[in-house]
């Protein structure tokens, strides 16, 4: 039997050079970032230094690994708003569970398991909140915006009842303040650093030369094509509600072992940066669009502008507003950007 | 409203007309200087087969395009729509398939939608509740005007939306095909409507295919072909099914068919019994190598075949292909051998928000990935390759599917499922859309892929495409496969169009 | 298609009769719900929490307290209601809580008399509103992140009114606010009840009204269930989605109003988690989140319910339970909404 395919000869040798719109809006997010960081550089004194430029990225390691997952979500059409909610609750988590039993007060009391297993109930809290978002989405087909909101207030919740709403960081281990407190190269660059760094690569590789990455594709711009085309999308978003809320249980046990505490309200508006970042970066919330490297370029751009604006003449309290013009900018700029090749 | 009036008198006004109207698409005069006109209180019923430019006709008529050239009139005034708002205002309505009813408002509320009376803002009540709910019984009085319209059938918000139109003044209700959806004794309800609209002097245009339907209707027709206006007659005048499908045909050539002998003996896929909500008791085989067709009017149950077999809907009923049974998902059937195009290119098919490379490669994984690790370049010499082949044409592969023609969107939608190495290709309305040129390279694309083996099944409801193209055709109407023609010089056009429209002698090879 | 076809096929009269039931849950679980957890109240012993009269849940004086502190999400629910039931939403409205308290504070306390302090926060509001609305009708930036970047702005906003290193507008550094500060939202007005608490009670009636016997409310309807055929019957669906913008944003500032006056200071933070309590709200309401269905009065009652609840929560159990249960009951309420309505669907 003849196969449809293999009736066409070998490929001709490909000569085309027409970037992706997708590439496009990545270069044109890059270029803005570059771009912002020099003009920072000339109007802000003392922001063009080595330190500075490593500083834009180690200080939001945390917000940069949850925008991975949440990148993945938004191609894939749906939102999660829960990870800052799964932050605190495995980071809680950990910490209740690694706290020796029979402490002075409740709040000094855990269940005084070895580190590992406290480490592994944490990721299992958090994948719990993962596989409840799925259930929802997938199942009862509630919006994702819903759920998450929902889901983010009851990790947040679960974690407040076990903190009593603050926070418990006695009685630990002392191998508990090692994973986040670790520093490689010399002293610089803490271990969690590294580790975005890697999920970062790994998340770009995934996206970009595997299966699962260009199944996120296909399910986010069109749900239905991708179903009569043999994905099962009920699985895979499935499975990518699980892996951001494995990413955001990591970074919630990161974080805790850095401070060596577990605070209820840790994580605080992180799903909402995530949220900015991968805005700023091009990805479409309608989904089928968007990527893990535009979401990178979305927080550089981020940091920038909040750290220039610190160091001109602006107080912190600047930084609501300005992300808010800067995703409106991002947002209109994009779409014109779009709209203007394409005429 | 709906006063009597003498109907000698009113039957000789005319109340719209066209004249030299003309609407031309790159390569194609879809309406080519069509003059006729309607008088007021008649049904005026709309024939063709598909591609003689009815629906073109209808878009004008509804102001959702322009025409070319040529003049419309309404009520003696110049009429020239920009949008169906406009349509409206000038006394025009038209059903289309997809109802605007608002279904979380009251039968009361829809009525009287966006001609309400309001001080400040706040509704008052006015002549206008009685005045439509005179309306309502007048039409249909069992239809109760404080129901929820989410309670009601399809058949009843039809009712709803016709009395709305009459109310608001149209003096001409455009119908599109408007029993696809109704069973026989909804049909009869709907039928007694437009009887006393008729009588109210309000004028209705009906488009069917059903050809029983334009005889029990009564009035006049209009007999589109090719774009050209054949002819308008009283259907009394008409004499008979056969005389309108002459008219309808007017030709002994069509698009030519040649006998291929690539068909082979063996027996690819045996369904027996299909049955579910659309489909009764669906039989047939398709062999290896053989383009079939499955022919009918819209609702005859052809997508439903196409889905049944893909493993989308359930269905009752067995269907074997190669000796096992399908899969009961896409994903089973794609990995036994079959592939659809589906019936909506732009919300079933195509992943319009990615690029033409990216598009192709989905319905097989196993070819694209090397232990769970894509194959970019594989994807780019596959997508090159099609580009070339089937003669998409763009700039580059990596264009967004969103922004080809309908040709080329259709085109890779096809390379998507030839990418997929199945042995037997549903394709459902595979023209559908698509401008001349591309259709013929699309139809030359079917018989090299059969030649080279492979089983086509075709679902179409274009004659042209099922006698130009396939090999075998089978006959649907409301979801009961009435007949199965061979494909051959002395086919009998007129049989086949007697048996699509619901002529009752058809017989079964 | 096959739907269609499906639907053909059922009788009117069956298909009635399934919705009936659905119907009904849709439209009076809601008040038993009320019943019920005021009921759980009555009976729980009250006596050894500090914030309750001794006694029952419902003596005057924890009824008060009670009802003037949901003042601001009773006032909000009704507009939110309409809002969603056009198919939109607006995330925002915390922010714009906040900012309005913020502003009317700060006109408080420097010497502004009550009615132009009022006035002009209400004025505010609308603005607000109006720049959401321009962002989703005109700029066409999709509600969800329109209201998510207004969100972040009338809160940056909020702070940046705030002096560094002050927590909220109050009195204190040699400027106080003035006697009447706490008239609006914490004196009683009438039946002990503060203004506020009629002012919410005044909209949600005008809104009920609104709902059933206005052009406003009759197209919000078409616009969230059949937003085509609205436009085919003329109506001018983009210009409802910004009057109910800015009718939400006038509410949020008489919210933000309700909440200054209640503690005598503009806390940039106040209207926090406002938007998720609102969606809560709705959504007990049973207000489908895809549009065209939904009550003001369910909502006004949803409102009482999740507010006896954080409140009533606080006798049984410390008050860092109650994200958790605000959470669960979100994640229930979705997950009702879903069955009843999937229920009216399929039978």
Redesign the interface.
Known sequence: ????????????K?R??????E?FITILVGAVAVGLFLVASLLVPNFFQFQNMVNLVTNNWAVISLGVGVTFLLVSGN?DLSVGGVVALSGVLSVWLAQAAGGANPLSTGLGLPYPLAVAGALGGALAIGA?NAL?VVQ????S???T??????????A??I???SQRNTNLPVEFGVLGNLTVFGASIKLPVVLMAALLIAAVFIE????????T??V???P?????????RARHVARLYLFSATIAGVVGVLLASEFKSGY?NRGTLME?DA??IA?LGGV??????GSVLGMFFGAIILAIVTSAATGLVL?P?????????A??LA??TQTWALARR?R | MLDLIDDKAQQTEVVLSVSDLTRTFPGVRAVDAVSFSVRRGTVHCLVGENGAGKSTLVKMLTGALRPTSGAMRINGAEYDPTNPQDARQCGIATLFQELHVVDELTVLENLTLGMERSRFGFLVRSDLEDRVVSTLKAIEPSIDPAARVSSLSVAQKQIVEISRAASSGASVIIMDEPTAALSEREVDRLFAVIRRLRAAAVTVIYISHKLDEIFALGGFVTVLRDGKHIATRPLAEVAGRAALIEMMIGRTVFQSYTPRDGVGDEIILTARGLTNGVLRDVSFDIRQGEIVGFYGLVGAGKTEIARALFGVDRFAGSVTFKGRPVGNSPKGAIASGVALVPEERRTQGLFTSLTIRENIPVMNLRRMSRAGIYRKAEEIAAATDFVRRLRISTDSINKRAEKLSGGNQQKVVLAKCLFSEAELLLLDEPTRGVDVGAKSEIYDIIRDLADAGNSIAVFSSELDEALGLCDRIFLLFSGRLQAVVVNGPDVDVAHVLHVVTGGTEGTVE | MIAMADASNLTPHAKARGGRTAEFLRNYYIYFVLIAVVALLSTANLDKFGLFERGNFLNQYNIINFLRVSAPILTISAAFTLLMVSGHIDLSVGSAMSLSAVVYALLAINGAPFLAAFAITVVLGVALGAINGFLVVRLRITPVIATLITLSLYKGVALLLVEDGVSAIKSGGGQSMPGWINDYGRDGAFLSLPAAFWVAVGVTIVLMIAQDRSLLGKYAVATGGNPTAARLAGINTGRIVFVLYVIVGATAALAGVARASFMSLGDPLSGDGMELTAILVVLLGGTAFSGGEGRVLRSFVGALIVMALTVGMLTIVPAYYQTLVIGAALLAAAASNHLVSRKGRSQ
């Open positions: 039997m003849s196969s449809i395919a293999e009736g066409f000869p070998p490929a001709a490909n085309d050079r027409r970037l992706s719109d590439a939102f409840l929802f009862f087909r509630v919006p915006i819903i759920v909101l929902g889901t983010m207030m009851l990790a947040r919740g679960v407040q009842v903190t009593h709403g970009k030369k595997t299966v699962f990455g260009r199944i594709y296909w986010g711009s069109n239905v094509a991708a179903t009569l085309s043999g994905i099962d209820s909402f949220l900015v805005l479409a919330i309608a989904g089928g669009f107080s309290d600047w930084q609501y507003t300005l992300k808010a013009i995703v409106f947002i209109m394409n």
